[in-house]
Nanobody, 124 residues
Framework: HVQLVESGGGSVQAGGSLRLSCEASGFDSSGFVFSTWCMGWFRQVPGKEREGVGE???????RYAESVQGRFTASRDNAQNTVYLQMNSLKPDDTAVYLCARVRGVVAVGFVDYWGQGTQVTVS
């Protein structure tokens, strides 16, 4: 079955950077082709709704939430079945569990087919 596994989270001081990775696996027998997937990044803070952060389409087009525009950059390596989220100029408000997901063209919870388990990012 399809799995998405995030890594790269951790603790960082305000102004610092982190790079998250999300590797997809388990889809070879399903006929899915990773390079055709639109992938999204979300974040979750306890007590708040899960928020879409950004997405990267199959052609590499990216879109971001206003709160991270200019600071976060999504990229992908289809040969590695992996997407990345480079996070710069981090702020304490960026503290959250970050999750990747396969999305159906819109980075919103209702448009997710598969979720990763999440990785914690803490900015102090």
């Amino acid at each position: 079955h399809v799995q998405l596994v995030e890594s790269g989270g951790g603790s960082v001081q305000a102004g610092g950077s982190l790079r998250l990775s999300c590797e997809a696996s388990g889809f070879d027998s399903s006929g899915f082709v990773f390079s055709t997937w639109c992938m999204g990044w979300f974040r979750q803070v306890p007590g708040k709704e899960r928020e879409g952060v950004g997405e990267i389409d199959s052609d590499g087009t990216t879109r971001y939430a206003e709160s991270v525009q200019g600071r976060f950059t999504a990229s992908r390596d289809n040969a590695q079945n992996t997407v990345y989220l480079q996070m710069n100029s981090l702020k304490p408000d960026d503290t959250a569990v970050y999750l990747c997901a396969r999305v159906r063209g819109v980075v919103a919870v209702g448009f997710v087919d598969y979720w990763g388990q999440g990785t914690q990012v803490t900015v102090s």
